[in-house]
C-alpha cells in the first residue's frame, strides 16, 4: 500500500506550493505502468488531505498509457504491463511512456477584487 | 444589477459617446454569458467570463491571465454572490514529480556511497524468502575477504538485525512502522548511526514485499530480489516491477525442489520475460549449493562497481 506514502508526498508538495491558499483541484499524473492504483490514491487522498488546505479539493488523474521502443527494430508498443514481446520477436524493451508520476497542475483560490 | 460583479443587465442601461452624441442602449443580456475583467491589487489583469443563469445553476467560467494561461472554474450561482467578487481559482502547473525528493536523496546517499568506495545492494523478495539465511551465511562465509555491514529493514521488531549482528557483522535495525518499504531518507539516517567502513559493501535488506520497495530508489548499486521455490514460480511475471528492477535473482532454498512443486525452468523464462537482462544464481543457503556463483559475483562488483 504505497499508495498513502504516495499520497502524503503529493498532499505535502501541493501544500508547499499553495502557500496558505485553499487549493480546489488537484490534477496528477499517474502512467498506467507505474505500479500506482489511482483508486488506491483517491481513497488516500480523502484522508491524507484532512485539515489541510487540501481538505474538499477535487482530485482528477490523467493515466497515461504504457509505450515501449523495441531496442532491435525500434518500433514503438503499446504496453498494458511494463514488459512485452516485439514483433519483431525482441524482448529488449525500453519503455517509454507509462511511467509517470506527477503533480501536472493544481487550482488555488485566489483574491481578486 | 449583477451581483456578481456589478455590471448591468437592464434595459436602461445606455452608453454615450460625448464626442459624437450617439448613444447605445445596453441590450438586456439574452446571452448567458459575459466578460469582464478584474484588476488585481499586484496590477494583474484578469479576464474571465460567466453566465447569468437562473439561480441554483452552476456557473462556470475561464479566466485568462497576464501570461496567456487559461483556466476555467464552476460553481454554484448562490455562491457567487459572496465570494465570487474575491477569490478566484488560479491554476498552477507544477509538473514536480513527487518521488523527486526520495530520488535526491537516493542520489545522495549514492554520491555518499561513491565517494567511500562502497557497494551498496538492495535486498528485496516477499517475506519468507530467506533474505536473512542467506544474508548471514553470505557474512559468515566471506567475513575474512569482504568487510560487510547491513542495514536491516522491518515494520517491527529487531529479530533479524539480533540474527545478523550474531555473526559479528555491524548492522542498524530500520523499523517502518506503518510503512511497507525503506525510502532514502530512512537509509540516509541508517548510514549515519551505521557509519559503514570505506571499501566495503552495505546490504541494504529491505522490507518483505514484491511491490512498493519496487519504486523506491535507495542510492544502491543494484536491487538483488530473492524467491524461494516454496513461491510459486510465476511470481516474476505476477510482481513484474521488481524483476524488472533487479540486476540479479537469487533462486533459495533449491535444496527443497525434490519437496515442492515448482518448475524452475519456467520460473527463469518467466524472470527472462520481464527482463531479460536478469542473472540468475540458485542457491541453498542451508546446505551452500550455488553460493560460490553469489559469491563470485557479489566479489567482484565489490572491486568493479
Sequence with gaps: ?113 | MCVTCGCSDDAEAKVSNLQTGTVMTIQPVTETHHHHTHVLPDGKVVTHSHSHEPINETHHHTHVLPDGVTHSHSHDINEVSQIHAKIHGRTISLEHEILGKNNLIAAQNRGWFKGRNILALNLVSSPGSGKTTLLTRTINDLKQQLSLSVIEGDQETTNDAEKIKDTGCKVVQVNTGSGCHLDAAMVEQGLQQLNPPLDSVVMIENVGNLVCPALFDLGEQAKVVILSVTEGEDKPIKYPYMFRASEIMILTKIDLLPYVKFDVQRCIEYAKQVNPQIQIFQVSAQTGIGLDNWYEWLSKKAISH
Design chain 1, 1 to 113: 500500500m504505497h499508495e498513502i506514502g504516495i499520497t502524503q508526498n503529493v498532499v505535502a508538495i501541493v501544500a508547499e506550493y499553495a502557500n496558505g491558499a485553499k487549493v480546489r483541484r488537484v490534477l496528477l499524473e499517474i502512467g498506467k505502468l507505474s505500479a500506482i492504483m489511482p483508486d488506491a490514491v483517491s481513497f488516500c487522498f480523502d484522508v491524507c488531505s484532512q485539515n489541510t488546505v487540501l481538505e474538499g479539493a477535487i482530485l482528477e488523474i490523467l493515466q497515461i498509457p504504457g509505450l515501449a521502443r523495441c531496442r532491435q527494430c525500434g518500433a514503438e508498443i503499446p504496453l498494458e504491463k511494463p514488459f512485452g514481446v516485439c514483433n519483431c520477436g525482441s524482448k529488449q524493451l525500453d519503455l517509454i511512456a507509462g511511467e509517470e508520476l506527477k503533480i501536472k497542475e493544481i487550482e488555488v483560490d485566489e483574491v481578486c477584487v
